[in-house]
């Protein structure tokens, strides 16, 4: 069993910051990825960020520049400090936890942006 909790989400006002966090416990392995989705109402969940254990990161085009994905692999725990925010960045994000071919996600953390 995994479990993800989710915190940070928040509102903020265009052009501010938030940083979430994420962290996993349980039957956590240390090779794995983690990272940040996120799913505006009406739309699809979509990839905003993803980090594996060794450190590699993809970032989605809409974020690049703004965003920026960490872990501490020793807490077992992602990071995504989001700058420059944007009313379309408003969605729930959530965490994922990929391993051995399962994926595992979080609750999920309100973002709100206001314009």
């Known amino acids: 069993q995994v479990q993800l909790v989710e915190s940070g989400g928040g509102l903020v006002q265009a052009g501010g910051s938030l940083r979430l966090s994420c962290s996993a416990s349980?039957?956590?392995?240390?090779?794995?990825?983690m990272g940040w989705y996120r799913q505006a109402p009406g739309k699809q969940r979509e990839l905003v960020a993803r980090i594996t254990s060794g450190g590699s990161t993809n970032y989605a085009d809409s974020v690049k520049g703004r965003v920026t994905i960490s872990r501490d692999n020793a807490k077992n725990t992602v990071y995504l400090q989001m700058n420059s925010l944007k009313p379309e960045d408003t969605a729930v994000y959530y965490c994922?936890?990929?391993?051995?071919?399962?994926?595992?996600w979080g609750q999920g953390t309100q973002v709100t942006v206001s314009s």
């Open positions: 349980g039957s956590i392995f240390s090779a794995n990825a």
């Open positions: 994922k936890l990929e391993q051995y071919g399962l994926g595992y």
